[in-house]
């Protein structure tokens, strides 16, 4: 037997243990719950919508895929998916994207919503911890993400409607957390470290990223597009209330390797190309390239479709200090300060922050808030 549906005590789990089905799966009429006794993907290809998964301690060393809408898997306190040998932890995907080299890159049509990983440990899956794609509402909640390090822990995209609230995650190569070509996403109460990017916005609109702790990666918080994505811009993003602090892990890609590759190490956080974003009330502090960038993107040139410069962006009371005073020598594009805008678009301004240093000097008196 490989699991048991539990609802309504031991009546309901002795009943099912008498009816196990063929493929050494048991099941109560009405149950809700799965308990998973010999590997989560079997509980999970038994659960149907509406059902969770409910992983017991211990290690369980496999990856899952979830095929069915409307699925929880929920970690017990020491459970442990280590999905070492695969490149995926946790996979739920709508199919693929679509288009070649030189093509725009086409989402799926979301088949797949309203799922939800909770309270797990997801640790040396070689790409990702979790991967969303078409996912319509999910979250990933209260987990640990640790030593996923191909590229990322936490990879919604061509998602909508989730949220990402109050994980651990460190140890990736790219994005800790990553949210690309998608929309209405909340990021909040997360730790990300020990990783390229702490939390990385791309293509996306519609995003809050607010009271997370970033601290020790290359780049706390990045927001970016680049071209022949679905979604061709990053506009109507909050960050807000967010401690971004030390973020000066040596980046470990060449600026010509990956787009984070280009990233000074020493970032706070960095805007390119961006449009109506508000950046308020956030503590950037300790970044040896710079605190916070407002800048024109230099990849819009290879798509039509994307604007390169920053329009409606507000940088309202913030707290940056002690920043840029080591600036990346190779990556930097301007000198290291506190503040940092490079005066490309429109109706970018500065107000009420509490800031030492500014490049140009005197930005915000230039680019004031009305």
Do not use: K, W
């Amino acid at each position: 037997m490989t699991s048991h549906l539990r609802r309504g005590g031991v009546a309901h789990l002795v009943l099912a243990m008498l009816l196990g089905s063929a493929g050494g799966a048991s099941a109560a009429a009405g149950s809700d719950t799965i308990v998973v006794t010999t590997t989560i993907q079997a509980a999970v290809n038994q659960a149907g919508p509406g059902d969770t998964v409910l992983v017991p301690p211990g290690v369980y060393r496999e990856t899952v895929t979830i095929v069915s809408s409307a699925i929880t898997i929920r970690g017990s306190r020491g459970a442990i998916l280590d999905a070492s040998g695969f490149a995926v932890g946790i996979r739920a995907a709508s199919g693929p994207m679509t288009g070649g080299p030189g093509e725009i890159r086409r989402c799926p049509v979301a088949r797949l919503t309203d799922l939800a990983v909770e309270g797990l440990r997801v640790t040396n899956a070689s790409f990702t911890g979790v991967l969303f794609r078409g996912v319509d509402g999910f979250s990933i909640t209260d987990g640990v993400y640790v030593g996923n390090g191909g590229a990322y822990a936490l990879f919604p995209i061509c998602s909508t409607r989730g949220l990402i609230s109050g994980n651990q995650v460190e140890g990736t190569d790219d994005g800790a957390i990553y949210v690309g070509v998608s929309r209405d996403i909340t990021v909040e109460d997360n730790h990300a470290t020990a990783s390229t990017v702490g939390i990385e916005i791309e293509n996306s609109t519609g995003l809050v990223v607010r009271h997370n702790r970033v601290s020790g990666n290359t780049a706390g918080i990045a927001i970016f597009a680049l071209p022949l994505l679905d979604i061709p811009v990053v506009e109507g993003i909050l960050v807000e209330r967010n401690v971004v602090i030390r973020n000066n892990r040596p980046n470990p890609f060449l600026p010509t390797e990956e787009a984070v590759g280009a990233l000074p190490t020493g970032s706070g956080i960095i805007a390119l190309g961006a449009d109506r974003v508000s950046i308020r009330d956030n503590q950037i502090i300790g970044n040896d390239s710079g605190g916070l960038a407002v800048l024109a993107s230099p990849l819009a040139a290879i798509d039509p479709r994307m604007d390169a410069f920053p329009d409606d962006v507000g940088v309202i009371g913030n707290v940056v200090r002690r920043n840029g005073l080591d600036p990346d020598p190779i990556r930097s594009p301007v000198p290291g300060a506190d503040l940092i805008y490079d005066g490309s678009g429109r109706d970018v301004c500065f107000a009420d922050n509490v800031a030492g240093t500014e490049f140009p000097v005197g930005l915000t008196a230039a680019f004031p808030c009305q």
